[in-house]
């Protein structure tokens, strides 16, 4: 089974704060995806990644960034977290093997106060 | 752009009741469909999906069928239970132009089913 971790389920963080997320998948896939999950707001993309060192913005990249160092690893960064980026941040992954489909980890809970 | 639309929810309903979620899509060319569950405390795990037109998915008594000509892939479940309470999410691929490899989501709909 594809497998997509992401760091921490949990975190309270401070306005202000430099706050990393990492998210890492042991499928070998080439696209990795960072996506927020707001109430009535569905899922919206912020950054995506077809390769390594490469990255694309999404629909609502401003406030973040994102790294991609490596094949296995997607980092999203929050340079100055501000109330508003309290939310579900949700990495996923897809590789050309797999049929379209993208696969999901279990999500960051990020408080930001 | 892409963009997909789900039924106001949430939805309630009793056990063994029928269940449609409706779904529809705009998008350029031929997309790829599907159906995510979210079920609580967890991430989205694929329920279903179709990649072409009159294709049905289908997956744990689910089911959704790729309707081109309107633009449609609705949920649907024959007798609903208690553990099927989540939320679903509708979302189309466009593997082509500068959408490759991106998801497109509802809103999201929330579904309550109680003994």
């Known amino acids: 089974d594809v497998k997509v971790t992401q760091s921490s389920r949990y975190l309270v963080k401070r306005t202000g704060e430099k706050v990393f997320l990492e998210c890492v998948q042991d499928m070998d896939h080439e696209n990795m995806f960072w996506y927020r999950q707001d109430p009535g707001l569905g899922l919206r993309l912020i950054y995506f990644s077809y390769d390594v060192k490469m990255k694309e913005k999404g629909d609502i990249p401003e406030g973040y960034s994102v790294s991609r160092e490596k094949k296995e690893r997607f980092s999203l960064i929050l340079e100055s977290a501000s109330t508003n980026q309290t939310s579900m941040y949700l990495c996923a992954s897809r590789g050309h093997g797999s049929g379209n489909t993208i696969y999901f980890g279990e999500g960051s809970w990020l408080t930001v106060v | 752009g892409n963009s997909v639309t789900q039924m106001e929810g949430p939805v309630t309903l009793s056990e063994e009741a029928f269940l449609t979620i409706n779904c529809t899509y705009t998008?350029?060319?031929?997309?790829?469909l599907f159906w995510y569950v979210q079920y609580p405390g967890e991430g989205l795990q694929l329920l279903l999906k179709a990649t072409k037109a009159d294709d049905k998915g289908s997956n744990k008594g689910f089911e959704a069928t790729y309707r081109k000509e309107t633009t449609s892939f609705h949920l649907e479940k024959g007798s609903v239970q208690v553990s099927d309470s989540a939320v679903y999410f509708c979302a189309l691929l466009n593997a082509g132009g500068t959408s490759y490899g991106k998801l497109t989501f509802g809103q999201g709909t929330i579904l309550t089913v109680h003994p």
């Open positions: 998008a350029t060319g031929y997309p790829s």
